[in-house]
């Protein structure tokens, strides 16, 4: 009976060729992109996802200013880890990771380089992440001093095919070198909110840290050093809300009755988020790497819904818009003896017959488009289709809900038709079912709409974060990451003949200094006060070293005051604000603050107020920053340089670097670039927007060809009538048409407020942004008015211009 059922379809669906060529390509190209979306929503809800992942969590930092949320931290405090593992008979263990950057040589091979992604490292790091140690013990890997674990690549990047084990690097600090032992190889966590190049032992910590001069910050016991990623390995079962909930007494007994936090009025609240929530829902400060978007991938998820569903009412919609063409066929069964439960049966064999062609169709686009397609959403993600279990699971729940559905409907109604008054020809389609199929047509074309409108918002919002006014000029700017292996002392006997050198070359334009560049976060920040601390309140301020040049290299405006200046030695204790940090700190106007003091008496004087300008992207309000003179800052050089020959510029600049700097890789690039990779994932969002709006429209379309041929079979004999009678070509397009354009009008107007909804939604999440226009959704719904009216144009003039002889000679 089965096999009956199948051969009677597959019978039908090739006696109907045109019809189903429209339902398989719908079909096909809506579950493709469902496969697809699945795809990028299933690698970005799985990352971190390994054994110990539901029992780790992270701590995150919030610290508070007479009672307001100043900043929250992904970075915490040494001293929290011990004191919690301490008190809390919850926690199993925990592990504690500090970034760090530095330029490491293997002078045997003399290869050197400046590698970043490095984390100083509890021995815990290598269970709790399940960090697989290709070579060496990991269960001593990491202990003691002066001990560092690499990457595979890195390992062979030093050391090439040797084993590395028991072998050193080097490390030139500006007071000292320092060499680790490799005491181990490892392959770094996939697929995790972190990147780890190499792990270093972390008591090495402060052994770093004091040859910078700095002995006041144990890392063991400071409740004021926050630059720690702390992780804790909780015991199974353990309720996160309830061990949270406990916090509060531990801050107050450890943190917030130290003197100096009361006297700065500032109290600290500390809160977990589970290691697998990370990625997606993890946005602070001190981030490790940038994280994704719980909102963006939950809406994708919706889209790919929606892309499907609009595909199988298409389904719906063709199968019911034939009930005229098959009544008779349904008639006759019935009155030679078939049952509704077979007729029912039958109907569903198409459905699944149809959808199962379509589906094989779908996964083949899919295998061909994933390249491209994960291109588009990321530079990380593989680039072959896979999806992980749970979601194949899911696909193949959504795939039989769906096949049953948009086949279960027409069954029913189509089984539900009377041979007699069929086999009488005085049937007609019951208003019900009219009225459902217009409905099913708005749906459609209302979500195209929607995301008509989504893609020209998002192109609007990046192309205005984009050609904003940064307050910098930021164009042909070099920059080159700072020499850090010369010491203090012979620092600038280097870099003084290096900067005059330099500004020789004709290309070059002008060279400054700073601890930190645009386009990046400053992890650099303190809280400062007026000198008068009793009557304001601190503010938490960006801190920013530069030199006497940095301000006018960029292109800065002076609102108040003087930039720092060489005629100046008392600059070194002076500050320049910004106008965000002038309104903070409580001055009136720009004027005020000169010559204030910051701090205490003995503070730094403030000597000038900057212009407001966009550290980093316009998704971020512009922070209160201060600036201070320091001349022996080498973290970041800005080279301001012609626009010509650009590459024979590099190749002198790299000359000038080699013979003043041969112990630190030359290493560059280009600020304006960087800066524009901040708008990345909003721009590939806004692609991703207008690929789906466009197949959603196609989609749709398919079911409005098919819907529109029926409509004219069904009215050929009144259109033969009407042209007898002398109706214009026109005419009878415009009825034909008028019906359908409604519908499509109406879809346009329902999908106005659902798209302004949606869409200022997701434009809350930036700083600066634009205003939702009418004429958004005017271009919307008549971009979709006209691709439906080129739709329908092909049947109509084509029914509108046949002879009405040809149509009623047989009746």
């Not at 490491?104 to 984390?119: H, P, Q």
């Not at 003043?660 to 030359?666: A, Q």
Request: hydrophobic fraction near 45%; proline fraction near 4%.
């Amino acid at each position: 009976m089965i096999r009956s059922y199948f051969t009677v379809a597959l019978r039908n669906l090739l006696k109907r060729s045109e019809y189903s060529i429209l339902n398989v390509l719908g079909l096909s190209i809506g579950i493709a992109c469902c496969l697809l979306i699945f795809q990028y929503v299933s690698y970005e809800k799985s990352y971190d996802n390994h054994p110990n992942a539901d029992q780790v969590v992270r701590l995150r930092l919030d610290n508070y200013q007479d009672g307001n949320l100043e900043w929250q931290s992904a970075a915490v405090y040494p001293a929290f880890a011990p004191a919690m593992k301490k008190d809390f008979p919850e926690i199993e263990g925990y592990c504690r990771l500090a970034v760090t950057e530095l330029l490491l040589s293997n002078d045997e091979r003399n290869v050197k380089s400046r590698e970043d992604k490095g984390y100083y490292a509890d021995p815990s790091v290598i269970p709790m992440f399940n960090i697989s140690v290709t070579n060496g013990n990991s269960a001593t890997a990491l202990n003691g001093l002066n001990k560092i674990m690499l990457s595979a690549s890195m390992a062979e990047k030093f050391f090439g095919n040797e084993n590395p084990i028991g072998k050193t690097l080097t490390y030139r600090a500006p007071f000292s070198v320092q060499t680790f032992e490799v005491t181990g190889i490892f392959i770094p966590p996939v697929h995790s909110h972190l990147v780890i190049n190499y792990l270093i032992s972390y008591p090495t910590i402060g052994t770093v840290r004091r040859q910078f001069g700095d002995m006041s910050r144990p890392e063991e016991t400071s409740w004021g050093w926050y630059q720690f990623y702390t992780y804790l390995l909780l015991k199974k079962g353990t309720d996160l809300k309830k061990l949270e909930n406990k916090f509060p007494a531990f801050c107050d007994r450890y943190i917030n009755t130290l003197e100096w936090k009361k006297n700065n009025r500032t109290r600290n609240e500390v809160f977990l988020i589970s290691l697998k929530d990370i990625h997606l829902h993890s946005h602070y400060m001190q981030e490790a790497e940038a994280n994704g978007n719980d909102q963006a991938v939950s809406f994708l998820y919706l889209l790919a819904m929606l892309i499907v569903g609009i595909a199988w009412l298409n389904y719906i919609n063709l199968s019911t818009g034939r009930s005229m063409e098959r009544a008779k066929e349904i008639g006759v069964r019935k009155a030679i003896g078939a049952t509704r439960g077979y007729l029912i049966m039958q109907f569903l064999a198409e459905s699944i017959l149809i959808n199962l062609v379509s589906l094989v169709l779908a996964l083949l686009v899919a295998l061909i488009a994933a390249p491209w397609f994960c291109t588009l959403f990321s530079d990380v993600m593989p680039k072959h289709f896979q999806l992980n279990t749970s979601y194949v699971t899911m696909l193949s729940i959504i795939f039989v809900g769906g096949v049953f559905l948009s086949g279960a409907y027409p069954a029913i109604i189509l089984s539900r038709f009377k041979p007699v008054t069929v086999l009488k020809g005085i049937f007609k389609n019951s208003p019900g079912g009219l009225m459902i199929r217009k409905i099913l047509i708005v749906v459609q074309f209302a979500t195209s709409v929607v995301l008509i409108a989504g893609t020209i918002i998002v192109y609007r919002q990046v192309t205005y974060m984009r050609s904003q006014p940064l307050g910098i000029n930021i164009n042909q700017t070099l920059i080159l990451e700072g020499a850090g292996s010369v010491s203090d002392l012979s620092y600038q006997s280097n870099f003084k003949p290096f900067k005059e050198a330099v500004l020789q070359l004709p290309a070059v334009k002008n060279i400054a200094v700073s601890t930190s560049v645009m386009g990046k976060e400053n992890n650099w920040s303190n809280e400062v006060a007026r000198a008068n601390a009793s009557k304001t309140k601190k503010a938490n301020l960006d801190f920013l070293g530069i030199d006497h040049d940095f301000i006018p290299a960029y292109g800065m405006t002076m609102v108040a005051g003087r930039n720092f200046s060489i005629d100046f030695p008392s600059d070194s204790n002076a500050a320049i604000l910004n106008e965000t940090a002038l309104r903070i700190l409580g001055f009136k106007n720009a004027d005020e603050a000169i010559n204030q003091r910051l701090g205490n008496d003995s503070g730094r004087s403030v000597i000038g107020v900057v212009k407001d300008y966009h550290t980093e992207a316009l998704n971020k309000i512009i922070e209160p920053q201060l600036m201070l003179l320091r001349l022996n800052a080498r973290d970041v050089y800005s080279v301001k340089i012609e626009s010509r020959n650009v590459p024979n510029t590099i190749n002198a600049l790299r000359a000038k670097w080699n013979m003043f700097f041969p112990n630190d890789p030359f290493s560059y690039y280009f600020l304006d670039e960087t800066f524009d990779k901040q708008y990345k994932a909003d721009t590939q969002y806004g692609k991703a927007f207008g690929f789906f709006a466009a197949v959603a429209i196609i989609i749709a379309c398919f079911g409005l060809i098919g819907l529109s041929a029926y409509n004219v079979l069904q009215r050929k004999k009144e259109v033969g009538i009407r042209k007898v009678f002398g109706a214009s070509v026109q005419r009878i397009a415009y009825l034909l048409t008028k019906d359908f354009m409604k519908l499509v009008l109406i879809a346009s107007v329902i999908a106005v407020p659902v798209a302004w909804w949606l869409m200022n939604k997701w434009l809350q999440g930036f700083a600066y942004r634009i205003s939702i226009s009418s004429w958004v959704f005017v271009i919307a719904g008549t971009t979709t008015l006209i691709t439906a009216l080129i739709t329908l144009s092909f049947q109509t003039i084509k029914a509108a211009i046949a002879n009405p002889v040809n149509t009623l000679r047989m009746e």
